[in-house]
């Protein structure tokens, strides 16, 4: 039996002013997705944008419906925009934002497995590391890609 660990190695922003100017954009990006959203359910506002190989920013926002399964992650909104209007293109950067009543989460906001799982499919499908930028007031994460917020990935590209 070997006892094994695992390390995440990601950086900590105190705030946006620390970051790189390109990094900075996408939050910006983010915080404005984040006015597109729909959620009278939770009351909970998410924005998310997605930084193409090309520069091109993809933004996308929570959306909820009344039958609450029907709706949709920010993240996940970004991403199959980006895979439907720009397919090909390998994913960059994703960053999210999100917070109640116009307040941002002073935790940086964490994406739930399944985007996660979908950040990891379309990481595999860009062949480059998408990186992962997770906005809150108190401070900011940045992981170099969606394996350190998702170990163990399971990429059936791979197999
Ligand atoms: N939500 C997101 O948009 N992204 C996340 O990473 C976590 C949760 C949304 C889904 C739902 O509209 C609301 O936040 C409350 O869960």
């Known amino acids: 039996m070997i006892q094994r660990h695992l390390n995440i190695d990601y950086v ?6 620390e970051m790189e100017p390109m990094d900075r954009e ?5 915080m404005e997705a984040r006015k597109g959203s ?3 359910y939770s ?3 998410v924005g998310a944008a997605l930084r193409l190989e090309d520069g091109t920013i993809v933004k996308g926002a ?3 419906n009344a039958a609450y399964p029907s709706g949709i992650c920010a993240e996940r909104t970004a991403m199959f925009a980006a895979g439907a209007n720009y397919p090909g293109k390998a994913f960059d ?3 999210v934002i999100a917070g109640m009543h116009g307040e941002t989460c002073k935790d940086p906001a964490s994406p739930c497995g ?3 799982q979908v950040m990891a499919e379309y990481q595999a499908l860009g062949r480059r590391p998408l990186k992962v930028i997770l906005v809150g007031a108190d401070r900011i994460y940045k992981f170099g890609e969606v394996d350190d917020i998702l170990p163990f990935i399971f990429d059936s590209l791979e197999a």
């Open 12 to 17: 900590e922003y105190r705030s946006v002013e």
């Open 93 to 95: 950067t994703i960053a």
């Open 114 to 116: 399944a985007c996660r």
């Open 38 to 40: 729909y959620s009278p």
């Open 26 to 30: 996408l939050v910006a990006a983010a």
């Open 62 to 64: 929570n959306q909820e």
């Open 43 to 45: 009351k909970f506002s």
